[in-house]
């Protein structure tokens, strides 16, 4: 059989990622217990505030001036994909729609035409540390569906799909799908235990584009087959980015690494000594030329220039709050309200 590494590089920031996917941003944030204004209660001597990415004793400010987090910024023409597994993220945007989310939950914007959002990282425990970690993952948009109208679309935590896997030394490989079919996740998009579906206008949502986002936690010394593909053409990348060593289809892995694999083919790995962690990310490439600057991301140079120009004259239809940088108060309740007012909550935050 061939061997099923196409390649290995090791993890940078942002990780490099292939066609459907622009870049994943890995955040791990050893934030410090709250200051009581949903900072940190830390001195911010020494960091370049407004763009600190220092990770100065094990977290960053990023934009963040006071509250950590990435303030008021445009996107047009892509996907986000954000997971948020420990900590808070608070979410403001153009159109007046807001969220607290975090925990497990998963916010998908297609930005589409325009928006301008703000990703805002509360501190709301005063007598513990607050930690933050989360994948965002940037998924382009084909050409056809570039100028869509933007909204978002929440997976909170209690509904994303999970299994876990025993292996014959009954030790447990976890499971959880954010996108695509895998194991026990199957049915049509949406069905009762099956996955849940993408936004319409994605192109995770396109018959045949075959995209999938996965997390896998490994128990110290589990055995696990990462199954094949569904669809044809589809490019997979498996990132090992917590553990000390793992064995993808034979070849011992010993560093944190973005290790592309052959898609068709089905891959054992043997985490090893010590828990191991991974994010799989898959799909048919859409195949057309990428323009970006910065947080627009279109198909040619001229789109790029006329997205400027859209930018400058509407703001993407202006900027409702009081300042750039909004949360929502302590209560640590997670909830999204949408452009049209209506909220929603996760099923065991409702009253």
């Known amino acids: 059989m061939t061997d099923p590494i196409v390649q290995i590089k ?6 490099e990622t292939i066609d ?17 204004a949903m900072g940190p209660a830390a001195s911010l001597a020494g960091r370049a505030i407004g763009q600190d990415f220092s990770r100065k004793d094990g977290w960053s400010m990023y934009h963040g001036e006071e509250i950590p987090g990435f303030p008021g910024h445009p996107h047009r023409g892509f996907e986000t994909v954000t997971i948020v597994r420990k900590g808070l993220i608070d979410h403001s945007d153009s159109l007046g729609a807001a969220a607290r989310f975090g925990g ?8 589409g035409k325009g928006i301008v959002h703000s990703e805002m990282f509360p501190l709301l425990d005063a007598g513990a540390p607050n930690p933050l970690e989360l994948f965002q993952i940037w998924l382009n948009l084909p050409a056809s569906h570039k100028m ?37 996740v199957d049915g049509a998009p949406g069905s009762t235990g099956g996955p849940l579906a993408p936004p319409p206008d994605s192109w995770a949502a396109q018959e045949g584009s075959d995209v999938a986002i996965w997390t896998v936690r490994m128990a110290p010394g589990a055995r696990w087959t990462l199954p094949a593909a569904l669809g044809t053409g589809t490019r997979r ?25 052959r898609a068709d083919q089905a891959v054992e790995l043997l985490n090893g000594a010590v828990e191991g962690e991974f994010l799989v990310l898959q799909g048919k490439p859409i195949a057309e030329p990428v323009a970006q600057y910065g947080p627009f991301v ?9 997205t400027m120009q859209d930018y400058r004259r509407t703001q993407f239809g ?30 065991t935050a409702k009253a």
């Open 237 to 261: 990348s498996l990132y090992f980015f917590k553990g000390a060593s793992v064995q993808v289809g034979g070849r011992e892995v010993t560093g944190h690494a973005a290790i592309e694999l």
């Open 148 to 184: 869509v109208a933007p909204h978002f679309t929440m997976f909170w935590a209690e509904d994303v799909p999970r299994f876990t896997a025993t292996d014959g030394e009954g030790r447990s490989t976890d499971v959880a799908c954010v996108a695509g079919r895998i194991g026990p």
């Open 104 to 111: 497990g939950d998963v916010q998908w914007l297609t930005a």
């Open 318 to 347: 202006g900027w409702p709050w009081k300042d750039e940088a909004p949360v929502h108060g302590s209560d640590p309740a997670r909830f999204a309200r949408h452009p049209d007012g209506h909220e929603e909550r996760p099923v």
């Open 20 to 36: 459907p996917f622009l870049f994943c941003a890995y955040h791990d944030d050893a934030y410090p217990a709250a200051n009581g």
């Open 298 to 306: 279109m198909n040619t140079q001229a789109e790029i220039a006329q």
């Open 10 to 15: 090791p993890l940078g920031f942002p990780w």
